[in-house]
């Protein structure tokens, strides 16, 4: 049977397939330690199962409107308003989605199509490209160099844009490098975007997850033009531990979201309805819970890199937000290891895998060949250990 040409464009999600390598190898009996995961290790709190559970008793099993029930919607925004500081309409301008990839995956394809551009800044999460290609929008990317701590500037942004661009993307703080945007950048690129025919999908699910007294702005609260500009994208996986759930939201100028919903309604229909009141929990409960998972994770953000420089070759640009480091690996190409020598981040993902036990998710996957993704959302105890492991494997290196 012949595939549709379309998917052709799609290639498998690289940051699983290392996962399910790291799984495959485990199931032998080898102890692999995984910085591979894009998911706290934290279980979702308490009080937000026994409200999906209580749901679930009551009897809250049948469709909903597809966009989600009402007061999950009112408690995104009465949340949003509270957190980023910008006014949404529970109505029209909300719709609660199967995951933050749901939203990526519906507002590309309800706003792109050929002939369109889409700016897309690189490294950046693996979500984007290849749903972008799907619509048949060129993608236009531009780097985020490391020396500007993985963000592109306004500047870099305006040079990228033209009359085609329909969109850009932003993701602060970011999957993969943790680089998190501050407001003076977000204005600057504020007024690239309103001089342009572009809109922005700001991908925020990670603005909860912050070290060093660093602040999350949305850039749809730069000022009431902008927010018009601005489809913001946030969820439940990273903030609430409910990667599990599948349950994200997007919130932005109605006519988009309606068109979203119009296509939800095509394809999936309303996120699972007992796990929307566990979503409302979410917002509505206590968050004291994060303070204690934000303490961890800067902990070992500290440790990994700490342990990550200590390694010849590697070197780490220290992270701001979300829970993953970035380390330029590419000191390591050209040295020879057992099973030959070091060429790309893929090699050196499979050297880890293979002679250190530990499974990370190569930088090629993420736009930029010369890096890797650990994710710390892993005890201190597995990331003094996975260092020391990759330590050992790296002095073998020829
Ligand atoms: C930057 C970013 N956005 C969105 C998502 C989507 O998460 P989910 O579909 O679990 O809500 C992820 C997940 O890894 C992510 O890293």
């Not at 390598?21 to 709190?45: H, N, Q, Y």
């Not at 308490?46 to 009402?70: C, R």
């Not at 909300?94 to 749901?102: A, D, I």
């Not at 929008?137 to 500047?155: P, S």
Request: hydrophobic fraction near 40%.
């Amino acid at each position: 049977m012949k595939l549709s040409s379309r998917m052709e464009k799609l290639p498998p999600i690289p940051t699983l397939a290392m996962n399910t390598k790291a799984g495959e190898l485990r199931a032998k009996g080898v102890d692999v330690i995984s910085f591979a995961a894009g998911e706290p290790d934290f279980d979702t709190p308490d009080h937000i199962k026994e409200a999906a559970s209580k749901a679930l008793f009551e009897g809250e099993t049948k469709y909903t409107a597809v966009k989600g029930i009402p007061s999950l919607r009112e408690e995104i925004c009465n949340w949003v308003l509270d957190n980023k500081g910008v006014s949404y309409d529970p109505e029209k301008e909300v719709v609660v989605t199967v995951g933050g990839k749901q939203s990526v995956f519906n507002s590309l394809h309800c706003l792109l199509e050929e002939g369109d551009e889409v700016v897309i800044p690189s490294p950046i999460w693996v979500a984007y490209e290849p749903v972008a290609n799907l619509t048949g929008a060129k993608v236009v990317l531009v780097e985020a160099k490391e020396e500007n701590a993985f963000k592109a500037t306004a500047d870099d942004f305006k040079k990228a844009i033209t009359s085609k661009t329909k969109l850009v993307v932003i993701n602060s703080p970011c999957n993969p490098t943790g680089c998190v945007y501050t407001r003076a950048e977000l204005e600057k690129l504020s007024e690239v975007i309103l001089d342009s025919n572009a809109m922005i999908l700001s991908d925020e699910i990670y603005g909860k997850i912050l070290y060093d007294g660093e602040e999350h702005v949305s850039i749809a609260s730069i000022s009431e033009e902008m927010k018009h500009k601005t489809l913001i994208l946030d969820g439940f996986s990273k903030t609430y531990a409910m990667t599990g759930w599948r349950m994200g939201y997007t919130l932005g100028p109605p006519e988009i979201i309606k068109a979203m919903d119009t296509l939800q309604g095509q394809s999936t229909s309303n996120v699972t309805t007992f796990a929307q009141y566990g979503g409302i929990a979410a917002l509505k409960g206590s968050h004291d819970f994060l303070n204690d998972w934000i303490e961890k994770y800067d902990e070992r953000r500290k440790k990994i890199v700490e342990g990550l420089r200590s390694i010849d070759g590697i070197d780490v640009v220290m992270p701001k937000g979300a829970f993953y480091v970035f380390p330029r690996i590419n000191g390591l190409f050209g040295l020879e290891g057992p099973d030959g020598v070091l060429q790309n981040s893929v090699d050196v993902g499979l050297f880890f895998l293979e002679h250190a036990r530990c499974a990370a998710v190569p930088g090629a996957g993420f736009g930029d060949d010369n890096f890797i993704r650990f994710s710390y959302a892993t005890s201190t105890e597995n990331i003094l250990e996975g260092i020391d492991r990759i330590g050992s494997a790296v002095s073998m290196l020829k």
